[in-house]
C-alpha cells in the first residue's frame, strides 16, 4: 500500500456550520502534506476526523490503510497528533510524561524510547522537571515526542512552529524535515507559508473546501508562470524586440535597466537569450529569477476562489504582475 490517506468526500457539520465540505485527498506514504488556510477553515477539524477523534458527518477516509469509522483503534494506534494545545501533565516531569501516554499506548521497550525521543529532542538534560517549570518551546518539543513515541506511520503536525522562537521553530522544522527523511508521512498544518515552502512535497489550500493542491512549485507556475530579470549595463532600443521574438518568450517587459522576462523552461531558454542579448551589445551584470512567495500564490488562490467563474478565467490568464526581490 503506497497510500496513506485516501478521503472521498469527507465532510463535518456542526449545527448549521460546513466546517468541511467534501474533502477528497489522496496522501501517498513518506510524503509531507501541507494543509493551508485561514483561521476556521476546518483544518484542525480536518485532522480531528483523520485522527479518529470526531466522527465525520459525511463520506469515507481510509488512514494507514484502515476504514475510519470502521477500524479507528487501529487508527488511533498509527497516527501520531500534534494538537494546538497539547494537554500535559504538569505535576509529571518532562520523562514521565512520556512515560505515561507510553504506558496508554503500549509502547514496547517503554524506557528505551522514552530517552531516544528525550535525546532526540534536546529534552534529556530537563527529564526529570515538572512539565510546569518547562519553556513553551520546551513543551512543543515534549509535545512532539510524545506524538512520536508509539513510532506512528503517519505524524499530524497542527502548527508545530507556532509560538516558537527563530531558533526553536528552526529545530522543529529541521527535526520535520528529519522524520521526512525516514520515509514518515506527515499531514502538516501551519500558518507559516515559508516553512510549508521548505518542507511540503504538496499543499492544500483549503477554506471549507479544497481550494487548490499541487506541488508549490506548480502552483507558482499555473499562478505566475517563471520569470527571470536581467540586469543589464543599459537597456538598448531593440533589447525588447530581440528577446520578444522567440516563441518560449511570453513576456517582456523592461524596468530601468532591467528587462524582466517570463519564459517556458527557463533553464534550457536562458542560455539562449543571454547568447543573443551578449551577440547584440548587452552587458549582462546579474540574472535572476523571480520567485513568487508561497505567500503570495496562497493569497491570491484565496481571492481567487471567492470570485464568480468568469473573473477567476481572466484573473488565471492575466496574473497580477507585482513584482518584488529575485534571487
Ligand atoms: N466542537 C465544535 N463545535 C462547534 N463548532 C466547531 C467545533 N470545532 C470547530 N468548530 C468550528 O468549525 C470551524 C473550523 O474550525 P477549525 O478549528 O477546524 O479551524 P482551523 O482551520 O483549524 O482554524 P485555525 O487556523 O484558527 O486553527 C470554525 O468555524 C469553528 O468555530
Ligand atoms: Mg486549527
Redesign the pocket.
Known sequence: MTTAVQTRDLS?S??V?N??NRLTVSIERGEVFGFL????????????MLTAL?APSAGTAQVAGFTLGEDDQQIRSRVGILT?SPGLYDNLSTERNLAFFGHLYRVPDLSAQVDRYLKLLGLWGRRQDPAATLSRGMRQKLAIARALLHEPEILFL??PTSGLDPEAARLVREFVADLKQAGRTIFL?T?NLEEADRLCDRVAV?N?RLVAMDTPAALRYQLFGRKVVFHLRAVRPGFEDLVSGYGFVQQVQSVENKLVVTLENPEENNPLLVQALVAAGADIQFLGEIKRSLEDIYLQLLETARLPEVEVNRRISEPAAREENHG
Open positions: 463535518k456542526f449545527g456550520l466546517a468541511v488556510g485561514p483561521n476556521g477553515a476546518g483544518k484542525t477539524t480536518t485532522i480531528r470526531i494546538e497542527d502548527e498544518c500558518h483549503f471549507t
